[in-house]
Structures are given as C-alpha cells and as structure tokens.
C-alpha cells in the first residue's frame, strides 16, 4: 500500500479514538490552523534528510543505511483534533517503520502511537498502536492495512478511570513523526531486512492542521468553561456505522 491517511481522536471525558485516515485527531475551542511547515514544526534530527518543500505545504522524511529522520511540532497540545496526510514509502518497504504519534515528556509521559511496519511489495502495512498514560504502555494492538483507508476506526481507549486506569488528559503532548530503521524486529519478526538497494526510502506530510487547545507554561489556550453544548467533542462517541466498522476491523484484520 503505497498510501495511508489515518486519524486518531482523543477526549478527556471518554475516549482515544484510532481511525484510519491518517488524521490524527483531537478536539477543542482555541484555533490553531497550521498549514506551514516551517512555522509549526521543528526538524530534530536527520542531517539534512527532513526536508520542508512547496512553500512549507509538504514535509518529507527519509531513510538511508546512515540514518533515518524525524520532526516534532513547534506547540504542545492537551485536547483538540489534530489532522495530518501521511504517504508511507511505497513498494518494498520492508524493515523501515514510520512513526507517526503524541507524546508528552518524563518517566510518567502519556503517548499515543501509530507505528506503520513496512513490508515486501505487494503486502499490507501493518499499523501498530500503543496508548502510554503515565508511563506505562503494554496496550499494543496491530491491525494490516488491506482496505481502503477511509475514516474507518481501528481502535477506541476508553476512559476507565472509575477502574483505576490511567487516561491521558492531564500532560499535553507534541506531534511527533519519524522514519527508521528496525529490520531487527519490523518485518515478519526481523526475518525480511531492508533492502538499501532501494534507498533512500521517502515519507510524506501534508496538511497538518490542528484546532486544539496550546499548552503554554503550564497553561491551556482553552476556556475552562468548555461544554457538551457549546464543544460537541467533549461527548462524542463512535455512532452505530462507525461502531459496527470497528468491530470488523478487530475481527478481521487484528495483526496479534
């Protein structure tokens, strides 16, 4: 699959929604509307092989036997829906992993991950997704990507906390994206190794978009008001569609 769009949502007061549409995803009251690369993200390692193009409307990320790449974005983020397009390495990809994901900072950080395991050409990505609230992960799933990629949901994160289990509204988080090699345990368990005949290998961004709340020296950007009514995210849930789509996704097509 050469191209992938997905979306992750996440609400404070019900759940983490992983879709594919390659969106991720929150909701909130302050606009931040991003369109420039330049203006709302940092290029943190590569030398030289993150690249910001066409007017600052596409990022690329790239992968070489001497390094891979990575970003993160300018602002930190607690609620708010966040949109990116992300076109994963086409053909054999196999032993690249591009990830895509929220992280806030520390030992107790929240994290909400996206990872897209590359493969020979001609098989399906297989997207892994893990959920960190205050440090500790071990919430993996996997899910190949054999359908067509759109708005479909993969995963939902409930708030349980009335159980004692941690949900990530508390530590904002910036967007983080990356292309790298771990053919040590990517592809079918580290059996299939890169192909550096095929290098480099190019990732591409476009569209980023967030209408989130911006968390800025221990302060939000959003009204401490927000409600149902006036912020119809606060509550949104999966509808019936969405929710039988999600039940045949984790039928079907669950990687583990």
Not at 201 to 209: D, E, I, Y
């Amino acid at each position: 699959m050469a191209s992938c769009f997905c979306t992750t949502k996440s609400n404070a007061k019900l759940v983490v929604e992983f879709l594919i549409l390659l969106l991720l995803g929150f909701s909130c009251t302050d606009l931040c509307f991003a369109g420039n690369f330049n203006q709302d993200f940092d290029i943190t390692w590569g030398d030289g092989r993150a690249k910001v193009l066409n007017n600052a409307k596409l990022l690329t990320l790239s992968l070489d036997k001497a390094s891979g790449s990575g970003v993160q974005s300018k602002h930190e983020y607690l609620f708010g829906k966040i949109d990116l397009q992300l076109k994963l390495v086409p053909g054999n990809s196999a032993g690249t992993v591009t990830a895509y994901y929220l992280s806030s900072q520390g030992p107790t950080h929240d994290e909400i991950d996206f990872e897209f395991l590359g493969n020979l050409s001609g098989d399906p990505y297989l997207v892994h997704t893990n959920v960190y609230t205050q440090g500790k992960g071990d919430r993996e799933q996997q899910f190949y990507l054999c359908f067509y990629v759109d708005g479909t949901p993969i995963r939902v994160f409930k708030n349980l906390e009335s159980r004692g289990i941690p949900f990530p509204k508390k530590q904002a988080m910036r967007v983080y994206s990356s292309l790298w090699n771990a053919d040590d345990w990517a592809t079918r368990g580290g059996l299939v190794k890169t192909d550096w005949s095929q290098a480099p290998f190019t990732v591409s961004l476009r569209n980023f978009r967030a209408n989130a709340c911006v968390w800025k020296s221990t302060k939000s950007s959003c009204s401490a008001n927000n409600s149902s009514s006036t912020k119809p995210w606060l509550s949104e849930e999966l509808d019936a569609a969405s929710a039988s789509r999600l039940k045949w996704v984790q039928r079907k097509l669950h990687g583990l």
